[in-house]
């Protein structure tokens, strides 16, 4: 019995991380935040550097909302004990959730332009599909402020209710599209002959960032709706280190850092009919 209570005590330790500073996770998530924000800046100026002359392509857009929301990421951890004193909970709220929402409007950009390829390739318009991306978005954005300013005006407890519901919510939407377009697209190609070794490489890369971007989304999905319904489970920065470090690094830093290695090939010289910019 007396073990078991040592090792109940262990655990609870751990968990809370008060016998450490606390400091030492949010440096450590700076640390791996900054280091996704340089790999993207590094493949964005390759890019540039190879295809200067196509203006902002997809993929120039998606490396350069990966640097920007990967440094905001970086630059709040790295100043969490400033950050994290400001009053109202607000100005606390805002670059938490921000990055998350940045992080929802890059990775959705795959989900669009796999919607767009599919589409193409069925002789379907793809008039609407951008329409759609960017009214989304801008419901999204739209709404969280909204939130934003309620709490600001009124720290409602309710209200926080609402906007992790919200949060959940929008992870669920965007979990959703990789899982129908990325799926759609994966079958597509699964029936084109497949010989070719591009073939089987695009393959590979549309079935693995489909899984990897469901699964993140999913994930953040059902932690927030838990953290809403469960204090013990809250995902505050300051009241489970821990959690935290868990839930950053798999909603966002290793499905980001396993995306960018598979899209890291550079576009030939050439830009092909599927590289193509976002107006």
Not at 43 to 61: D, N, S
Not at 97 to 106: A, D, K
Request: charged share 15%.
């Amino acid at each position: 019995m007396e073990m078991a209570v040592v090792l109940k005590d262990l655990a609870l330790t751990w968990w809370d991380f008060d016998s450490i500073n606390n400091s030492v996770v949010f440096y450590s998530l700076c640390a791996a935040y900054s280091l996704l924000s340089s790999v993207a800046l590094i493949q964005l100026i390759r890019i540039e550097a190879r295809v200067p002359e196509y203006g902002w392509t997809t993929q120039k857009i998606f490396h350069l909302m990966n640097f920007i929301l990967n440094a905001l990421r970086a630059v709040v951890f790295g100043f969490h004990s400033e950050v994290f004193l400001l009053h109202p909970k607000v100005l606390i709220l805002v670059p938490l959730e921000l990055p998350g929402l940045l992080f929802f409007s890059t990775y959705t950009l795959l989900a669009l332009f796999w919607a767009e390829i599919y589409h193409q390739a069925r002789s379907l318009s793809t008039d609407k599909l951008r329409v759609v991306y960017f009214s989304l978005n801008g419901a999204v954005y739209f709404i969280q402020v909204c939130i934003w300013i309620y709490i600001w005006i009124d720290d409602s407890s309710a209200v926080e209710f609402i906007g992790k519901i919200f949060i959940a919510a929008v992870s669920f939407i965007a979990a959703s599209g990789f899982l129908i377009y990325g799926g759609r697209l994966f079958f597509m190609l699964r029936r084109f002959p497949i010989e070719s070794k591009g073939r089987r490489k695009k393959l590979r890369e549309v079935g693995s960032v489909t899984a990897i971007c469901f699964t993140c989304f999913l994930i953040r999905c059902v932690m927030v709706f838990i953290s809403a319904f469960d204090s013990n489970a809250s995902l505050e920065v300051l009241d489970h280190p821990i959690l935290n470090l868990i839930f950053y690094m798999l909603v966002e830093i290793l499905p980001s850092a396993l995306v960018l290695f598979i899209l890291r090939k550079l576009p030939p010289k050439r830009i092909s009919a599927q590289h193509h910019p976002i107006h």
